[in-house]
């Protein structure tokens, strides 16, 4: 496919020295198996290895362009990310991708809450240049998004650059989970 979207994966762990295969991991996994959607998975335990990360998949990797799907998988509460018990609003989270994420998608797995503003979420998109941030309302821990709804979206993003209509489509084909974990966009 010409048109494809990659998906670039940070998640959150409690140690990366700790080398473990996560549900994550397992996830996008299926997911490249299954819609034929590529992704590259890294992990990070502090702020310093987000931005590293981040940087290396920016200036190193010269495939970056196709990388528009950048998964935040973190734990949180709402509006911040925990990363070494230390929390970082989406603000000092918009500083550290300044410029940086031009016509990308952000999406947070519901690991966190994200219920944001008008303002909040039209400062977050015009600092980081993203073309979307996308999490969910509620953090309702017996489902994990990243086994479910996040499947469905990335595949629906493949197929669909309009996200009014990818979101539209998400909801119809999975109202009672999208409604159950509180999707949103914010573009």
Do not use: W
Not at 56 to 73: A, G, P, Q, R, S
Not at 162 to 174: A, F, N, S
Request: charged residues 30%; contains cysteine.
């Amino acid at each position: 496919m010409d048109n494809e979207k990659f998906i670039f994966c940070l998640e959150g762990v409690q140690d990366i020295d700790e080398v473990t295969i996560t549900d994550v991991v397992k996830n996008l996994e299926e997911i490249a198996i299954d819609q034929g959607i590529a992704s590259i998975h890294k992990t990070c335990d502090t702020i310093e290895g987000l931005e590293e990360s981040l940087n290396t998949l920016l200036y190193d990797d010269h495939n970056f362009k196709d990388y528009e799907i950048i998964y935040l998988v973190m734990p949180g509460q709402e509006n911040n990310i925990c990363l070494h018990d230390y929390y970082y609003s989406l603000e000092e989270i918009a500083e550290l991708f300044e410029g940086k994420m031009k016509g990308k998608i952000i999406h947070f797995a519901n690991k966190k809450r994200l219920d944001l503003n008008e303002d909040e979420a039209q400062y977050f998109l015009d600092i980081t240049g993203a073309r979307a941030i996308s999490g969910y309302g509620s953090s309702y821990n017996k489902i994990a998004s990243y086994k479910t709804i996040d499947k469905a979206f990335f595949t629906l993003y493949q197929e669909n650059d309009d996200l009014t209509e990818v979101v539209e489509e998400l909801y119809q084909k999975h109202y009672a989970l999208c409604k159950l974990l509180d999707f949103r966009l914010y573009y």
